[in-house]
């Protein structure tokens, strides 16, 4: 049986972080893949200062490049709904019906997984996996999974914080700092050429 990874998310833009973390799930889970999964609308996001999918989804390839065993999954990109991982858990495991799936959290994202759309169903086609983000959650975590753990598989991972997130290296682009120690070069290269992040008519959402 294969064991896949799922990485979802707006990668708005794709950083050094995100790879970090797909090494992390690659490595303790004993992975045969891991997909990124590039959102067109997600649930829970409110800022409007995206690049637009077809952007976001060719960073997200240039960071695949690094690992063989990394790709993009295009899926929620071709949807005109909002990004509800419920959908996407359905579709992979039609896309891989053997597979074992491990769909990787935050704490933030374990912790309020039962406000999520569907969260039962979820938990009976994948097994989440959860990184902590800050130090000292380990606690309120174990607990959160033995609550869960009734319902589906939970996955408890060490890593090592990795201190980025979009958001910062979109601040950084519109202030003219330099970000590039946070991106793979290519990406780097890709945003300028874009002209992607500095308030420009050609950030727009689409």
Known sequence: ?????????????????????????HDALHLDQVLLIPARKPPHKTDQNYAPPEHRLAMCHLLAEAHDWLRVEEFELHQIQISYT????????SQYPEAKLFLLVGSDMLLSFTEWFHWKEILKQVSLACIAREPGEDKTLRIC???????????????EA????????????????????????????YIRTANLYTGSDSDCMI
């Open 1 to 25: 049986m294969s064991r896949i990874g799922l990485f979802g998310g707006s990668f708005n833009p794709p950083h050094l972080g995100h790879l970090h973390l797909t090494e992390v799930l």
């Open 86 to 93: 419920y959908y996407t858990v359905n579709y992979l495991k």
């Open 162 to 189: 990795f201190a980025v997130s979009s958001t910062k290296i979109r601040e950084m682009i519109q202030k003219n700092e330099n970000y590039s120690c946070y991106l793979p070069e290519k990406i780097v290269k």
């Open 145 to 159: 999974a033995e609550q869960l753990c009734q319902y589906g598989e939970i996955c408890l991972l060490n890593a």
